[in-house]
């Protein structure tokens, strides 16, 4: 593809350059100048870390090959560390080698490339010299390139992202239970067991399909991407402290996570796939080879990594390697560490532990290589106070409930300290540190979630008609809480509501709903299965879980109903009367199952969807879902291969919802209401950003045994063992004993549920509304069931520091 370059002169092109630089704020300087070795950047939120590497890369790019004197500027004019004495020089550099970008997500890819090649068109340079990966993609690449030392050929491995419902975790958990019928013993017996029948069939469901899957799920993730083996974990077992009390209840988890992952290996190989983490290790495995790590590390001259605070330590070790240069192992790698720990929001589900880009950073601070990108220009002064604040009271008052950790190195803090300043007043931001809406900052203490829902209502409502160019949104812990708001919204008159937004011209998106979609084949696979085989307890225990989820019959202890599958189906004059949550679980049940009997193959597809009570897009998703199945099984359509078909669709993850992703811009219309997840609404910002139901009880949250599982202890397996194996990669030796670890745990979640109250408060430009309403739900699966609920600790401690955060606003007109 040609590109038509505008033309510039030398001179042009060195004031281009110049005023790039001149652009960028201190730390994003600090990536423009980098020549050579290590750099982290710490930075906060919106604070311009990729906006500022765009423009840095661009930068680097121009004077690599146009040279430092016709660029006009003197490489690393202001650093205050000198590249030259550890790293390579320029002139080192093989004439093709590249510049290597890594980010978090697809997207994030392509928003980078593009503004790279914006950046260079206007200097009139060729787009070329550097590369754009995410981790998983890079891995991929290097591993496919070289599939003999891989072992990786894409011609007979299936990619797969196994979950813990998925078919191989369940395998792997029987098979584990078949060859190890003591340790099974000694957990199925957990606390307080009399032997008892009905309690032992329940105990062998929970752990079967419950504790022993997600066990297998995590450890297995976890180990993997940390780099250790089966073997090695069985290693560190022998290394965990017992405790002193706990005696019989004292499982040796991480004996028994080794010998999950070991099966799950095992499978693996034999059925020809392969997973994520595989392809790290893969790639990691060509590596090892020093032809062609030399290959790799002579086209790469150094390393730019976005989001490094979510990386996990084998994508970090990959990234370290590919940015030494070949022969020179000695020298500290050409490395650009560009992250903000205090938004790391993956760390209870995902590998990725904010501490090892602690520790990189405080590694650099030793040799200055280590810069602070603090300054902001989304929020209002008014925004970024009480962000500050949270990050300094959490840190407070948290400090002292960390237990011990021995590692001085260790982040003992939810925290890093690190505080965000507005930008100063010649930034070439537009509208940076925008005036408040108000005060700024709004919290509100509501009588219940729906005069909440109310409240929201109508301030929306008057702001999105005052400022119709402006963007508001609504930030949720989960999406039964985005589909309670959305509900009531769209009803307005049904729950009166003192608003109709849709009348006032506002249009409501709930990014969940979209979302949803997405789990139609896995749903339908699930009801499938069941009516397949219904009295497999498996089956009907994944089919009872889909209909409590979608709400279609009552949330109750399902292990029970399976045990006895045909007495719950079709219980006899003389069982016991079923209560009325049950008898309305089995009226579902059976009805299904007869219109199994009545209905062709062809049509249950589209039934299900019908009875599962899914909505428009859904029923087109559903639709879609059975025209493929009718397209893929014809010849033979038998349940058998009807569930094949069905079981490769899902596991491979290979159909997309009707509706496709939307991009980022979707979310931030003007005139709409956005509804969406913290989680979902990271690197986002609106002008209103509204976070309600912000409850003691969710925001820290504890880490919660389910009632089910509790026969085992006050502890679940799967934390306890996260928590030991990431004491073993921080040196932690002896490990934590099980009680311990599992404080650590709760730890680790404490802090990062602030830190996600922190990122979503951060995406507020001009007004912050936070509510905490006295009457709320425990669980949002029943919003209708009230209680008084404490607010999120914090609330009070804002109230308490800006006591103008609580008057009502007069009205705007
Ligand atoms: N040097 C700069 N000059 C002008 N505008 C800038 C500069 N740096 C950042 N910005 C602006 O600041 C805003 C935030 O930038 P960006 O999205 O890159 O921040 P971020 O640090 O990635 O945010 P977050 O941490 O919240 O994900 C953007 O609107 C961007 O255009």
Avoid at 281 to 290: K, P
Avoid at 426 to 435: F, I, K, T
Avoid at 484 to 503: G, R, S, V, W
């Amino acid at each position: 593809m040609s590109i038509n370059l505008i033309q510039v002169t030398a001179a042009q092109r060195a004031q281009i350059l110049q005023q790039m630089r001149s652009r960028l704020r201190p730390g994003q300087q600090r990536m423009a100048d980098w020549q050579a070795g290590p750099l982290a950047i710490s930075a906060v939120p919106g604070s311009g870390k990729s906006t500022g590497m765009a423009i840095a890369v661009a930068i680097l790019l121009a004077t690599r090959s146009l040279g430092s004197q016709d660029s006009g500027i003197e490489i690393g004019q202001k650093t205050e560390n000198k590249e030259q004495e550890i790293g390579l020089g320029q002139e080192e550099f093989t004439p093709n080698s590249q510049l290597l970008l890594v980010t978090f997500t697809r997207s994030a890819v392509a928003n980078l490339k593009s503004k790279i090649r914006e950046h260079l068109r206007s200097l009139s340079i060729a787009s070329q010299g550097f590369m754009v990966y995410t981790l998983h993609g890079l891995a991929l690449n290097i591993a496919t390139r070289h599939p003999d030392l891989s072992g990786l050929d894409l011609n007979r491995l299936t990619l797969v992202s196994p979950n813990q419902s998925s078919r191989l975790i369940r395998t792997c958990v029987e098979q584990w239970v078949a060859a190890h019928p003591q340790s099974y013993q000694r957990l199925l017996e957990g606390r307080q067991f009399d032997g008892e029948e009905t309690e032992r069939l329940r105990r062998q469901s929970v752990l079967r399909t419950e504790v022993l899957p997600d066990l297998a799920y995590t450890v297995i993730h976890e180990a993997k991407s940390s780099g250790l083996l089966p073997q090695q974990l069985y290693e560190l077992g022998k290394n965990v402290t017992r405790h002193a009390i706990l005696d019989e209840a004292d499982y040796d988890v991480l004996t028994i996570a080794a010998g999950l992952y070991e099966r799950y290996q095992t499978l693996l190989r034999q059925r020809g796939f392969l997973d994520y983490d595989d392809m790290i290790l893969a790639a990691l495995r060509v590596l090892e080879n020093s032809s062609a790590r030399q290959l790799w590390q002579s086209q790469i001259y150094a390393v730019f990594e976005d989001e490094a605070q979510d990386s996990s330590p084998l994508q970090t070790r990959l990234l370290e390697i590919l940015a030494t240069a070949p022969n020179q192992a000695d020298r500290l790698p050409n490395l650009v560490r560009v992250g903000d720990p205090n938004q790391a929001i993956n760390s209870t589900f995902t590998p990725a532990d904010p501490a090892f880009f602690y520790e990189f950073c405080e590694r650099c601070a030793l040799t200055h290589r280590l810069a602070e990108m603090d300054q902001a220009g989304r929020s209002t002064q008014a925004i970024i106070d009480a962000a500050n604040f949270v990050l300094t009271w959490v840190n407070d008052r948290y400090a002292n409930l960390q237990p011990p950790i021995p590692n001085p190195q260790s982040p003992i803090l939810p925290f890093r300290p690190q505080y965000i300043h507005p930008v100063a007043p010649d930034d070439p931001q537009e509208d940076a540190n925008p005036d408040p809406e108000g005060t700024g900052l709004e919290i509100r203490f509501p009588p219940d979630i729906y005069q909440t829902v109310n409240l929201i209502g109508l301030r929306v409502a008057e702001l999105l008609t005052h400022y119709p160019d402006r963007r508001a949104a609504v930030l949720v812990r989960e999406n039964r809480q985005g589909r309670f708001i959305a509900d009531l919204l769209q009803n307005p008159d049904f729950y009166h509501l003192d608003i109709n937004l849709k009348q006032s011209g506002i249009e409501l998106y709930d990014v969940g709903q979209r979302d949803r979609h997405s789990h139609v084949p896995a749903e339908i696979l699930t009801m499938l299965q069941f009516l397949d085989r219904p009295h497999s307890p498996d089956y009907l225990k994944a089919a009872l879980q889909v209909l409590v989820d979608r709400q279609l019959i009552p949330t109750q202890d399902l292990n029970a109903l399976v045990s006895f599958p045909e007495q719950f189906l079709y219980p006899g004059p003389l069982d016991p009367p079923q209560p009325d949550p049950v008898r309305r679980a089995r009226r579902y049940c059976v009805s299904l199952l007869k219109a199994r009997l009545e209905l062709p193959h062809y049509q249950l597809i589209p039934f299900l969807a019908m009875t599962l009570q899914y909505e428009q897009s859904e029923l087109a998703t559903a639709d879609k879902l059975a025209e493929r199945i009718i397209h893929q099984t014809f010849g033979d359509s038998s349940m058998a291969t009807v569930l094949d078909a069905l079981g490769e669709i899902v596991r491979s993850e290979r159909f997309e919802a009707v509706e496709m992703e939307e991009p980022e811009s979707r979310l931030l219309r003007p005139r709409q209401l956005t509804l969406i997840t913290m989680h979902k609404a990271k690197g986002l910002d609106w002008d209103f950003v509204f976070i309600p139901f912000l409850h003691e009880q969710v925001i820290p949250g504890r880490l919660r045994v389910l009632p089910q599982a509790q026969f085992l202890g006050d502890f679940t397996l799967s934390e306890v063992a996260r928590a030991q194996i990431r004491a073993s990669i921080h040196g932690m030796y002896p490990l934590p004993d099980l009680l311990s670890a599992w404080q650590r745990a709760e730890s680790l979640k404490i802090a990062e549920e602030f830190r996600l109250l922190y990122v979503a408060m951060t995406r507020a430009k001009r007004l912050l509304w936070m509510s905490a309403a006295h009457k709320a739900p425990f669980s949002w699966s029943k919003p209708e069931n009230l209680d008084d609920r404490a607010p999120c600790p914090v609330l009070p401690a804002l109230v308490h520091q800006f006591p103008q955060s609580m008057s009502h606003p007069s009205k705007l007109n």
